[in-house]
Each structure stands twice: as C-alpha cells, then as structure tokens.
Nanobody, 126 residues
Framework: QVQLVESGGGLVQAGGSLRLSCTAS????????MAWFHQAPGKEREFVAA???????YYADSVKGRFTISRDNAANTVYLQMNSLKPEDTAVYYC????????????????????WGQGTQVTVSS
C-alpha cells in the first residue's frame, strides 16, 4: 500500500520555525516530483514548494526566501523547513507525489499529483 505520512506540524508564534517531514512507503519515490501544498479553512489547496529527483526546487512567491524544500531519496523522505512564519501561513500542509513521467514543467495545481498524505496542521499565532 502506497502511503505518504506527514509530521512536524504544530503551534508556533509568528517569526518562529517548523520543519515538516513526509515519509513515503509502498514504492520508491526517488524519481518523482515531491511537493508541499497547504489549505487554509474555506480556501482551495495551494502550491507551496516542489523538488525534483535532481534536487531542483520551486516555490510559491509567498514563501520564497522563508521556506526550503529538500529530499532524502535513500530515506524516501521530503522535508519543508519553514522559517519566519507568519499568521497567514496557518493551514493544513499536505505532501504530494507526481509519479515520474519526464514532466518538463513542475505542476503547481493539485490535479497532476498521484499520491497525497493526510495532512499536518500548522498554526502560527500573532
């Protein structure tokens, strides 16, 4: 059974940091595009960051310079280091995998992603 399991969410004050982890099991994700999305109450799920198997990274404008995505292929794990957190970062954060198809453009919408985790809550207080 293929699973993505997120961890590391929690409550933090504005300006603080959190590190999210997503561990995959059931198949190798080493060649897949791995991404983080977030979804605030009443809003659509939005792209946060993605990383290719090569290590190339992509970010939403709202998190550039504050968040860092990385991956450990040997451990089938992807991370999201979140610094300088703001109240508007409050959301459920989801890990996702886009199965390798030789995609040239990294998807920033939910549709192309094949596997999703259950989400982890991040709450940033002001």
């Amino acid at each position: 059974q293929v699973q993505l399991v997120e961890s590391g969410g929690g409550l933090v004050q504005a300006g603080g940091s959190l590190r999210l982890s997503c561990t995959a099991s059931g198949r190798s994700f080493s060649r897949d595009i791995m991404a983080w999305f977030h979804q605030a109450p009443g809003k659509e799920r939005e792209f946060v960051a993605a990383v290719r198997w090569s290590g190339a990274t992509y970010y939403a404008d709202s998190v550039k310079g504050r968040f860092t995505i990385s991956r450990d292929n040997a451990a089938n794990t992807v991370y999201l280091q979140m610094n300088s957190l703001k109240p508007e970062d409050t959301a459920v954060y989801y890990c996702a995998a886009d199965v390798y198809r030789g995609t040239v453009v990294v998807p920033t919408t939910v549709g192309p992603y094949d596997y999703w985790g259950q989400g982890t809550q991040v709450t940033v207080s002001s």
